[in-house]
């Protein structure tokens, strides 16, 4: 089951900022519990992008950047590139599922 | 190298049995909480089960709850799931992950994956 809401799909010109929104509860990330992100290519395993809310593994460019407020999150990408295609998924935890959740995915497509 | 491979993944019919097996490389395997995250193809991700690290706590989602069992061999750096009872929902690609070290409870990032193992449970 999908608890965190993101939409099914954004797209921008190369070199276009877009976000992408989490929407959750009072009971995953309105609970305080860390939002991470990670970007997922069909075909391989997916990859941490963000972590902790804010944070960035080393290796992932500088052009990604995560927020968190009250009951959402979101995952901006600035300067938008070819390679950037691919599923992005928020991720937490729920208190009263008492369960780690997922995002319900979001496809960016350039342009 | 930090590496983690899934293997077992099969067809099986409703009501039948399966273990997958990730094998883990590159770090101390008792160090770590692991989790299986599984996605039906088409669809999002879902979390599975998680152990911890000397294998004596174990959690798992509502919908797998008293038909899967999740276990850890450390001498052997491998981690599995027995799936009993399968249904067609159980029909997904099995990712087996690592949980980032040092980071409070509940509020773990996945930082390594397996490249995942097939299970279609079809008659």
């Known amino acids: 089951q999908s608890v965190l809401t993101q939409p099914p799909s954004v797209s921008g010109a190369p070199g276009q900022r877009v976000t992408i929104p989490c929407t959750g509860s009072?009971?995953?990330?309105?609970?305080?519990?860390?939002v991470h992100w990670y970007q997922h290519l069909p075909g391989t395993a997916p990859k941490l992008f963000i972590y902790?809310?804010?944070n960035r593994p080393s290796g992932v460019p500088d052009r990604f950047s995560g927020s968190k407020s009250g009951t959402s999150a979101s995952l901006a990408i600035t300067g938008l590139q070819a390679e950037d295609e691919a599923d992005y998924y928020c991720?937490?935890?729920?208190?009263?599922?008492?369960?780690?959740?997922f995002g319900t995915g979001t496809k960016v497509t350039v342009l | 190298e930090v590496q983690l491979v899934e293997s077992g993944g099969d067809v099986v019919q409703p009501g039948g049995s399966l273990r997958l097996s990730c094998a883990l490389s590159?770090?101390?395997?008792?160090?770590?909480?692991m989790h299986w995250v599984r996605q039906v193809p088409g669809q999002g991700l879902v979390w599975v089960s998680r152990?911890?690290?000397?294998?004596?706590?174990?959690n798992y989602a509502d919908s797998v709850k008293g038909r899967f069992t999740i276990s850890k061999d450390n001498a052997k750096n491998t981690l599995y799931l027995q799936m009993n009872s399968l249904r067609a929902e159980d029909t997904a690609v099995y990712y087996c992950?690592?949980?980032?070290?040092?980071?409070?409870?509940?509020?773990?990032?996945?930082?390594?994956w397996g490249h995942g193992a097939m299970v279609i449970v079809s008659s």
């Open positions: 991720q937490s935890y729920d208190s009263s599922l008492n369960a780690y959740v």
């Open positions: 152990i911890n690290g000397d294998g004596t706590t174990t």
């Open positions: 902790g809310n804010i």
């Open positions: 590159g770090f101390t395997f008792g160090d770590y909480w």
């Open positions: 009072s009971s995953n990330i309105g609970a305080d519990y860390d």
């Open positions: 992950v690592r949980v980032l070290g040092g980071v409070s409870l509940h509020n773990e990032p996945y930082d390594i």
